[in-house]
């Protein structure tokens, strides 16, 4: 069978984002053997046999003071599927991460796209630096909503049309969106991860006050969520101190 015979994919959308934590290393026992090396050499390792609930003084006090290092020597990686405008601003964060994405040059993207659903604010009010938003009207939600499948369809037809006639993927895929959906691989340690978190959820805890966009905000507190399962007493060093990275 032919590209030319081949059904095209009917596009799909979602308002969601997929994260899954697929592999890790992390427990809050990593963090009191790397600082106490500095103490007690060696013997630091008798740390990985205790309960870690003995030394939560200890978390909180590395938490607190900022040494930051202890809360490196563990890992996580995780699987997140997002519009590509959410991972433009995930790869700012560069330090303590690594990414894998799937790549348009070397496979036909499938056509996911976003579309925000009721939940979404949709109007921006106030200066840059210092504005919020509020709610959309019902006729706002409904052009919303008409105006990205429409362009989405158009989008992906165009691109389907490049390909059939032979065009190369890495040429075809400018066609496409902001709102096409992607997935990657995304691997961090812990002290990178409440980096990301500082800067990409609102929290009534934090000492500073972040303004994520909400779809980054949505993947931030999903993998927040799995996080906090692994190391408990990091987590809650973290909330207890203002939500800043060490």
Not at 34 to 40: F, I, P
Not at 208 to 224: D, H, T
Request: hydrophobic content about 40%; proline content about 6%; some cysteine.
């Amino acid at each position: 069978m032919t590209r030319a015979d081949t059904p095209a994919p009917t596009p799909s959308f979602r308002s969601d984002v997929t994260v899954e934590l697929v592999k890790h290393s992390a427990a809050d026992t990593d963090v009191l053997w790397a600082a106490r090396v500095s103490t007690a050499g060696e013997q630091s390792l008798e740390e990985l046999h205790k309960d870690p609930e003995r030394s939560k003084g200890l978390i909180n006090f590395l938490m607190r003071d900022r040494h930051g290092s202890p809360f490196e020597h563990n890992s996580m990686t995780f699987f997140v599927s997002a519009p590509l405008f959410v991972f433009r601003e995930f790869h700012r964060h560069r330090v303590g991460w690594s990414y894998n994405e799937e790549s348009g040059r070397y496979r036909q993207l499938e056509p996911v796209f976003y579309v925000p659903d009721e939940s979404r604010k949709l109007v921006q009010e106030g200066r840059p630096g210092k504005y919020v938003f509020v709610e959309g009207t019902e006729a706002q939600h409904e052009l919303v909503g008409r105006a990205m499948t429409d362009s989405y369809r158009q989008a992906y037809e165009t691109y389907e049309e490049m390909l059939a006639a032979g065009v190369a993927r890495e040429v075809a895929r400018a066609v496409l969106p902001v709102g096409l959906y992607s997935s990657m691989y995304a691997t961090c340690n812990a002290r990178s991860l409440m980096h990301f978190l500082g800067l990409r959820t609102q929290h009534e805890e934090a000492r500073v006050p972040s303004f994520p966009q909400r779809e980054i905000e949505m993947v931030a507190e999903l993998m927040e969520a799995e996080w906090a399962k692994l190391m408990p007493l990091t987590y809650a060093a973290f909330n207890a101190n203002g939500r800043t990275a060490p």
